[in-house]
């Protein structure tokens, strides 16, 4: 058998697709292999370059797989699909990524450390609950508002219909709605102290870990959005400017540009939806105060809202600019520093 320079890997939950080359590009190994299978196949071989699709699995295989020596290289999908040559199955996609891994320009994923993957668990299962609280509430309000109960909007003003539904005596609430809607209450307050204890497992990690001390620093980043960004974000070194960085999540326009002529349109939503909903969140709640702080940030959103853009694109924007700034935190592991009004 030819020495087997590049291997690429078509990840799977039990049967993996190989597809290796030598230094030639001649194919000299396509084969499926078991999950049980992996392991003893790739500790025989030389070390080589081993390309995976980034997902859900493939941070553990490259890091099992680094450790016996062979330089793993993640690829996220998208980059990969013009290398698949006509019918996709299992056998093309194996040969399209040991063809994308060899490419000078193509983009990587680093690999991220079990802590930083447990990290983001934590942020999984908090989004999860509390999108899962979000659908307790608004069924409660919206069954009380059928028998005329009604409260205004806000998870603060719930606690009426809350303290409607405890009392037995209350004839305002029928018996038989009131035996049907208390198990959804039980489980809000269920949900509502599960996420605070995530809350408070989050924080620790924040506490713990220096990255996400110094993007907290950052107005509108506290230790939920500062704790997904440094958990997300293995090596911001692979990002060439704070620009790109905000490309990456989606907060940069998208371009139809051509003949020499720049057309920019909508954000183009891209990259990781979660830390951009964070992001824009923060740029939100900055902009709800901006008009009683002096911060750099809060007077440039200022003049933007003062020249009649729309808060939801200068929200945007602002987002746009708290990703850069993290990005420059990040790579060069600086504190944020304030300007000379807000010292």
Known sequence: MEKITTIGVDLAKSVFQVHAVDAAGSVVVTKALRRRDMEPFFSRLAP???????????????????????????IPPAYVKPYVRRQKNDAADAAAICEAVTRPNMRFVPIKSEDQQAALMLHRARS???????????????????????????????????????????????????????????????????????????????????????????????????????????DPSMFASGREFAAFLGLAPRQNSSGGKTRLGRVSKMGDRYLRTLLVTGATAVLSHSKTRT??????????????????????????????IAWAIMRRGEPFRLGPAEA
């Open 48 to 74: 080589c370059l081993i390309g995976l699709e980034a997902c859900a699995s493939s941070h553990h295989w490259g890091r099992l797989l680094s450790l016996m020596g062979h330089e793993v290289r993640l």
């Open 128 to 234: 999860l609950l509390t999108s899962q609280r979000t659908a307790m509430i608004c069924a409660l309000r919206g069954h009380m508002a059928e028998l005329g109960l009604v409260a205004p909007r806000a998870v603060r003003n719930l606690r009426p219909l809350l303290e409607i539904l405890a009392d037995d005596e209350d004839d305002s609430l029928p018996a038989l709605a009131r035996a049907a809607l208390r198990p959804l209450a039980q489980q809000l307050t269920s949900l509502e102290q599960q996420i605070a204890q995530l809350d408070q497992q989050l924080l620790e990690w924040h506490r713990i870990t220096e990255v996400s001390q110094r993007l907290a620093g950052i107005p509108g980043v506290g230790p939920v959005t500062a704790t997904a960004l440094a958990a997300s974000v293995t």
């Open 295 to 324: 911060g750099r940030l809060d007077m440039w959103a200022r003049a933007l809202l003062e020249k009649g853009k729309p808060t939801k694109l200068v929200a945007l924007a602002l987002a746009n600019k708290m990703a850069r």
